[in-house]
């Protein structure tokens, strides 16, 4: 309850730096919207008042309705974004799996696209002052400061810009304001009798929701983010923001029906609007404010990447954590791989009214796959199926006529997105499909049948002792198991006599920051295994918690950890603790069907540029041992080999 009523709580800093995260994206559409429905059009009432329908019931119905109103209900102990949702409802029904990996890896492939096409929609406006101007490095140059500063955390990067947004959206209601002046009665376009006329009775009409679609694309930051600024935050936010938004875009359109009769060409009515002598100063404030729009994908894609290890999505990278906030996280590996995208997005299309025909595509996929898993999560909540089945067939009608309009602009450079999409969805595809092979082959033994040996093997003085305090990283669940290849790693590789044998296991959880740990004293003073709870947004410093977790037995009176040797135990002094870690290869010695070896040697392969696994443990390295161990999947069998005598 305590965690709701923060998550619900309002505050004028709250607000301020959900702007300077959230809205980046969907708040700087104005600059390339309008422009994009109507610029290779001829100017008509039908065309203009329809785009502004379209464009109004489009925010009202997907992004405030869906998302505001009922999705970012669905949080996971704060957390939001298509991999917690996934997280509350994947144990009841397996094949949700589809649905995260495609929504995951389309809103990847987005945040690649989002940057070049915000920030080159500003910055071309200097062409209206400057025309022969190259832009091309400006933005370059742009796209750099952003991705550098990712560094110091979204808290920091928040409240930074959280003032340059509010003035931002302040400038978009106030020209708006005043170009709906000149022409009041556009606002009857918030009628839905205009968005059906242009969708059904304009000729080709239909395929103008491509464009339409930019203006909500945004909306998915907010649930991504949820776990940044709080639901309560996002949502007085908003509030202002599509008050500003519709003011806009309404202004945007009142200007443009002067020129009824008349093509765009490359005018942009964003910066039409804007008075003369102000022209300088919105150029200005719409490229910071296009910075903006790019950090509210980064921010959301940082999430997205966490919870995808947690969950066994992703490759295990080195995740940094700014501060001691909750939420604030850095992923310098997808910061790196996300900045280099985004350059060959810019220097492969190099304006953005071209950038505009990839943009939209990959993100109605993720929509749409948020759609499926927030149906599931009110039917696991026993919502009345036939609630259940309105949202969801209604909102998949809406997104499936999106997505339709937008499979015009495959062609066109769509496949740049879907292509990083499929590329983004191959990597989780395999590391999931992996994790599931080596679970299933994985060899566990009783440890109750090994305590004797171990016993012995603790005091067995022939043996050079290894370490006073031997802790094997494990990956059996049950307290009463252990992996045979650490039985094999202590008696027969080298056999390691210790004074204490200590088992640790880390159960990643679907609650996102749980932190508990159990112990289970299988032989005293001799075999310990601690079970580590950790939920999926929690940092594995297992080196710290360890020595926490000793400490808490030694008060207890539960462990001596005392050195054995004699020397150093008169002077009482603390035994040494050594970890050991299994790192598993590919076997020669396998036979595997087709699929699953080019899935493991395609695991394997990703797996050397991934953190090593005493890192990710957080492990102090220079206590622990990295054992390489065969993974022998389906040994050969049937080996035609005799014997010859001479």
Request: a positive charge; one cysteine or more; hydrophobic letters at 50%.
């Amino acid at each position: 309850m305590d965690n709701h009523k923060n998550l619900d709580r309002v505050s004028a800093a709250g607000v301020l730096v959900a702007m300077g995260i959230i809205f980046g994206d969907i708040g700087t559409s104005p600059l390339y919207v309008l422009k994009a429905i109507a610029g290779t059009e001829t100017i008509t009432e039908e065309l203009i008042l329809g785009a502004l329908s379209c464009i109004f019931w489009t925010l009202t119905l997907q992004t405030t309705v869906k998302y505001v109103t009922l999705i970012l209900r669905a949080d996971n102990n704060g957390e939001g974004g298509i991999f917690a949702l996934f997280a509350l409802v994947r144990r009841h029904a397996k094949w949700l799996t589809v649905p995260a990996i495609i929504g995951g890896a389309t809103l990847l492939s987005d945040s690649i696209i989002t940057p070049p096409i915000s920030v080159s929609s500003a910055v071309e406006g200097i062409r209206a002052i400057y025309p022969t101007i190259e832009t091309i490095p400006i933005v370059i140059a742009i796209l750099t400061i952003l991705f550098t500063i990712q560094v110091f955390g979204t808290n920091k990067v928040g409240a930074a810009f959280g003032p340059v947004m509010l003035t931002w959206f302040v400038m978009l209601g106030t020209v708006g304001g005043f170009a709906l002046l000149g022409d009041p009665g556009v606002l009857r376009a918030v009628s839905p009798h205009y968005a059906y006329r242009l969708l059904v009775l304009h000729p080709g009409g239909f395929w103008l929701l491509g464009a339409v679609f930019l203006c909500t694309t945004g909306a998915e930051a907010l649930y991504s983010d949820l776990g940044h600024c709080g639901r309560g935050n996002i949502r007085m936010s908003w509030i202002f923001v599509k008050s500003c938004l519709l003011l806009n875009y309404f202004g945007q359109g009142a200007y443009v029906l002067k020129f009824s009769g008349q093509m765009l060409a490359e005018r942009n009515p964003f910066y039409e609007i804007m008075p003369l002598w102000f022209l300088p100063f919105g150029i200005g404030i719409a490229t910071v404010a296009t910075v903006i729009a790019s950090q509210a994908m980064l921010s959301g894609a940082f999430t997205l990447i966490s919870e995808a290890i947690r969950l066994n999505f992703w490759p295990k990278v080195r995740l940094i954590y700014p501060s001691n906030q909750k939420g604030q996280l850095y992923v310098p590996s997808i910061n790196f791989l996300l900045f280099a995208g985004c350059v060959g997005v810019v220097l492969y299309f190099k304006e953005s009214s071209k950038m505009e025909a990839a943009y939209g595509l990959a993100i109605t996929m993720t929509m749409m796959m948020n759609t499926i898993l927030f149906g599931y999560y009110l039917y696991m909540k026993k919502v009345n199926m036939w609630w259940v089945g309105a949202f969801v067939g209604f909102y998949f009608f809406i997104e499936g006529c999106f997505l339709v309009a937008n499979m015009l602009k495959f062609t066109h450079g769509g496949w740049v997105t879907v292509l990083i999409a499929g590329v983004m969805g191959g990597v989780m595809l395999v590391w999931l499909r992996a994790f599931y092979i080596k679970l299933r082959l994985t060899e566990f033994a009783k440890l109750e049948t090994y305590l004797p040996a171990l016993r012995e093997l603790s005091r067995d003085i022939s043996i050079p002792k290894y370490a006073t305090h031997l802790v094997y990283m494990s990956n059996a669940s049950r307290a009463s198991e252990i992996e045979t290849k650490v039985i094999y790693s202590i008696f027969q590789k080298r056999p390691k006599r210790a004074d204490i044998y200590w088992f640790v296991h880390v159960d990643t959880l679907d609650d996102p920051y749980t932190m508990e740990y159990k112990v289970d004293v299988l032989e005293e003073d001799d075999v310990i295994k601690v079970t580590f709870r950790l939920g999926f947004r929690v940092e594995q410093r297992i080196n710290l918690f360890f020595r926490r977790v000793i400490e808490d037995m030694v008060k207890n009176g539960e462990v001596d950890i005392t050195s054995r040797y004699e020397s150093l135990s008169r002077q009482n002094m603390t035994g040494d603790f050594r970890f050991v870690v299994l790192e598993r290869f590919l076997s020669y010695e396998n036979d595997l069907p087709f699929f699953e070896q080019v899935v493991m040697k395609a695991y394997f392969f990703l797996k050397d540029f991934t953190t090593s696994e005493d890192k990710w443990f957080g492990l102090d390295s220079s206590s622990v041992k990295i054992e390489k161990v065969p993974l022998v999947i389906r040994p050969a069998e049937n080996v035609k080999l005799r014997r010859v005598y001479s």
